[in-house]
């Protein structure tokens, strides 16, 4: 890996080492520049895992993508740098069916510092959720800016929670403590999720971003813009998402 061109697309600065300062500024970094999307699904462009085509996309070309891609990858620097990196089988709420999705339905990480026990729970692919490193065996509330954590004991596993910005809770996913191989054991899922006529991702387009002050989407229909907790929904055209997609998100198809 040329770490400096990983670092340089995510436009982090620091000093890089295996710690916790390092952990939580690179979460945050990465979810602030490169962007969770599924428009290849829509071109019906296939999805590849390998190390190689995830560089390509993410660094080369800057762009997104989805878990199986951003965690993929962000797995690859975080071993890089000395973490200690395990990769975890999780599990979507689906709020209609009020249970969880199928196996491997989302790819999300254990990070470690080497000589210390805490475990920590990293994520860049799923979209608007916790921006730095939750520790998974706090069982109080993490607190990240107006939102709130609970990562609570579940079965045979855990189940993550968010408290929303308007004090609402909804659990988010289920993951268990059991170590997988990337990408062999995502790749049945990950071509579901990108052929499927059941998967989310085959249904509509959403490339989204955090923000310095909160958040910018864009779906089939809309530009969605949240700052400091104030939504606003601008009405789109398909003739002009190319140059939104290159205003807001720096993306060229």
């Known amino acids: 890996m040329k770490l400096h061109e990983y670092l340089n697309r995510i436009g982090y600065a620091p000093a890089v080492k295996a710690d916790f300062e390092t952990l939580r500024g690179l979460q945050t970094a990465h979810m602030l520049t490169v962007p969770f999307e599924n428009l290849d699904i829509g071109l019906h462009r296939p999805i590849l895992l390998d190390e190689k085509s995830l560089w390509d996309k993410l660094i080369t070309r800057k762009r997104g993508g989805f878990c199986y891609e951003l965690n993929g990858l962000f797995a690859w620097l975080l071993k890089e740098i000395g973490f ?15 249970d969880f999705g199928m196996d491997f339905d989302h790819l999300t990480l254990m990070a470690r510092i080497p000589n210390e026990s805490t475990r920590w729970l990293v994520d860049v692919g799923f979209g608007d959720s916790f921006t730095q490193p939750l520790n998974i ?11 709130g954590y609970w990562i609570e004991p579940f079965e045979d596993g855990y189940q993550l929670w968010q408290r929303n910005d308007d004090s609402s809770r909804e659990r988010q996913y289920f993951f268990d403590l059991i170590p997988h191989r990337f990408p062999d054991e995502y790749l049945d899922a990950c071509l579901y999720h990108q052929t499927s006529p059941l998967s989310t991702f085959t249904r509509k387009r959403i490339i989204s971003r955090l923000t310095e002050d909160g958040r910018v989407s864009l779906d089939d229909e809309n530009l969605i813009i949240t700052k400091n907790g104030k939504r606003t929904t601008q009405q789109v055209k398909e003739a002009e998402r190319t140059s939104l997609l290159k205003k807001y998100f720096n993306v060229t198809l």
């Not at 200690?84 to 009020?98: I, M, S």
């Open 137 to 147: 065996d706090d069982i109080n509330e993490q607190v990240q800016g107006s939102r």
């Open 84 to 98: 200690d990196v395990t990769y975890f089988n999780a599990r979507v709420y689906n709020k209609k069916d009020n």
